[in-house]
């Protein structure tokens, strides 16, 4: 019983350990040219923070998603082989990193139609942004459609 406790801890603490190593770096990388003000490093502390909350909910909804494709593939975390868990773990970071670039290029795209046609009516802006919220929203989908549809080979000749 307290085996199953210990692991159940352990297994929600990781989120907790890797947003705290990649915030305490983020802290550390941006505390070297603090000396100059005092309210900078309360403002890098309150950011730092900030980072923390977004690296833990990053990790926290990553390993959902490998839990909600390791389920697909049918199999548990708990006894996925190595192949598996790294097959499932590629999967998601192709579509993560997918999903990332495209509202990067999304946010960057409705930003040039605003910038490139804001002096015109609003109606023109806001239509091309439509366009390009569109076919970003339709790349990803497909994308993230077409990774969910492949299925480790093993568990079809079984």
Known sequence: MFQKIR??????TRPVYLAAL???????AGAQKIDAHTDLFAR?????????????IACRLFAASLNR???????CSENAGDMIYTFVIYLELIKHVVGISFT?????????CWDYLGHKMVLIPAASSLAVSLVAFLVTYGI????DNLHWPGSEEE
């Open 144 to 147: 993230s459609s077409f990774v």
């Open 44 to 56: 890098h502390a309150t950011y730092t923070g900030l980072f923390f909350l977004c690296m833990w």
């Open 22 to 28: 990649s915030s305490s770096l983020f802290f550390a």
């Open 104 to 112: 990067l290029g999304w946010i960057a795209g409705v930003m040039f």
């Open 69 to 75: 494709r390791l389920e697909l593939e049918g199999v």
């Open 7 to 12: 692991t159940s801890v352990i297994k929600s």
